[in-house]
C-alpha cells in the first residue's frame, strides 16, 4: 500500500474517496479515530491508501480535479 492523500479536510477525503472508488480503485483510510486524541479538533491528518498497483493512475486522478495530496 501507498499513501495517495494526507489531509485534516474530511470534506477532500470523503470527496477523492468518492471519486476514486466510482473509477474502481479501492481506497483505504487510514488515523480515521485520531480525533479522539486531539479533542476533535482536526490537527491529525487522515491518511489515504491505494495499492502499489493503483497509485500511478490515482494520483493521476486527484491531479487532473485538482485535489490537493498534502504529500511532498
Known sequence: MKELLRSTDPTVIA???AILK?????VFELD????ILDGSL???PRRMMVRDADHFIATAILRDLDIPTGLP
Do not use: D, N, T, W
Open 32 to 35: 480515521v479515530h485520531m480525533s
Open 42 to 44: 482536526g490537527i491529525l
Open 22 to 26: 466510482g473509477e474502481g480503485i479501492e
Open 15 to 17: 470527496y477523492a474517496q
